[in-house]
């Protein structure tokens, strides 16, 4: 029972920390509001308006009993009345209304029709209680068919002490729920600039312009993060700059092998070892690419269809289509995008004759396809291929020249963008590449 309760709970109840906050500031002087004025109104105001209901229909019982007793002197009787009660009295021979003018939902109208049919019986009276701004008219038919209309003062029958309580009970808390909700706002903005810190920290940018504030816990929360994220960024920089330190050093003695092998008279020995010498160079280019996949590059908003049309052109490749282009706007850090989908392109043309490439646009989301006609990856394999350093061994070695790193830079890049990658199969019987961006 109650686990149903607070699964229907969660369902209905806001998922944002601000609008939780202010029901609970709101809705304990909603409720409290709504007790005072159904108190007021079922204990205070009914019976009230009961009363001086009752006291006005005696009135009205009193002349026409004075009125059946002695006409002679209702003239005086109807100037004390105007005088001293500003009640207009009129007595004529004029048709009863046979239509109500009567309201069905107003309590007034309800307490008005229940004492005169108690003193006047059934379609003896008819009343309006909205045909004038401050006056009610009523009309009571006597037994020799004449009429009696009166005009009396609205305070008569409904207190207007009302429209002031109500003001006095809403007014107030509308003041207390705009003053929570400046308070509220205030709170929960360092929040939310803390969440959207950690979310671009966690897509790869770097979260230089973060400044701690609100409330002292929320201020130390911001200021851990900003030590850690710093931390991070430090371990970062240190890894590709010793990546690339090694990567350059290694270039060095490499050069100087390759000008001692020009000089040996033994071609084949030298050929041997000049293709060990540019496999170990094409090795050092990989450990290069991948140490810049860390290197700082800032979040920019891009086409993503403008850079796969400028990658298509730098290939310069017919067996390379891309299937269609539409404006889809990305943010994101376009060079590392570029070495992204260079990387899952190129691994296409080496081991398949053509490629593929089309963009769709989801509801939330970028969809890059990149298939390919060559031989695929067994699904067992799919996970592997993105671990560093793998490489196949059968049908389809996509790292044959380098060191396994090429889709481990891919996963990586497309991680801290937010996004995934997916391997399956093509439908041209190759390997299809599904890239998924977030924007």
């Given amino acids: ?248 050093d290694l270039r060095t003695p490499l050069t100087r092998l390759k000008l001692q092998l020009a000089m040996i008279e033994q071609k084949n020995i030298s050929e041997k070892m000049s293709k060990d010498i540019d496999e170990m160079e094409s090795m050092l280019n990989d450990y290069l690419q991948f140490a810049k996949t860390q290197s700082q590059e800032n979040t920019v908003s891009f086409n993503v269809s403008e850079l796969l049309i400028k990658i298509e052109r730098n290939f310069n490749n017919k067996n390379l289509s891309l299937l269609n282009s539409e404006e889809i706007f990305l943010k994101g850090r376009p060079l590392a995008l570029t070495r992204c989908f260079e990387n899952v392109i190129q691994n296409g043309l080496v081991y398949g004759k053509k490629v593929y490439v089309k963009i769709q646009k989801g509801l939330n989301l970028i969809i890059v396809s990149i298939e390919d006609d060559g031989p695929g990856i067994s699904e067992d394999q799919y996970r592997n291929v993105f671990k560093p350093f793998f490489r196949l061994d059968k049908s389809r070695n996509l790292n044959k020249s380098g060191v396994g790193l090429g889709l481990a830079i891919v996963e990586d890049i497309i991680n801290s963008h937010g996004g995934n990658i997916q391997l399956g199969k093509s439908k041209y019987n190759g390997l299809l590449v599904k890239i998924s961006l977030p924007f």
Avoid: C
């Fill in 1 to 248: 029972m109650f686990s149903g309760l607070n699964k229907f709970l969660k369902i209905i109840l806001p998922k944002r920390l601000f609008y939780r906050a202010l029901i609970i500031v709101a809705a304990p002087t909603i409720i409290l509001q709504l007790i005072i004025t159904i108190v007021f109104y079922d204990s205070i105001w009914i019976k009230a308006n009961k009363n001086i209901t009752r006291s006005l229909v005696s009135q009205l019982k009193t002349i026409e009993s004075a009125y059946l007793n002695n006409k002679e002197n209702m003239d005086f009787f109807t100037d004390s009345y105007k005088n001293n009660f500003n009640f207009e009295i009129d007595i004529n021979n004029d048709p009863f209304p046979k239509t109500t003018g009567e309201r069905k939902f107003s309590p007034m109208d309800r307490s008005l029709r229940r004492e005169l049919k108690s003193s006047f019986g059934n379609n003896n009276y008819w009343f309006n209680t909205s045909k004038f701004k401050n006056a009610v008219e009523i009309k009571i038919k006597l037994e020799n068919d004449e009429v009696i209309e009166f005009l009396v003062p609205k305070e008569t029958i409904s207190p207007s002490s009302v429209r002031l309580f109500v003001l006095w009970t809403t007014l107030p808390s509308i003041v207390l729920i705009l003053i929570a909700l400046v308070f509220l706002k205030n709170q929960t903005k360092p929040l939310v600039r803390l969440a959207k810190a950690a979310e671009r920290f966690g897509k790869g940018d770097y979260v230089n312009d973060f400044r701690p504030s609100g409330a002292s816990e929320i201020r130390k929360a911001a200021y851990e993060f900003d030590r850690m994220a710093k931390r991070i960024n430090r371990h970062l920089n240190q890894r590709s700059e010793m990546l690339s330190g090694i990567s350059h």
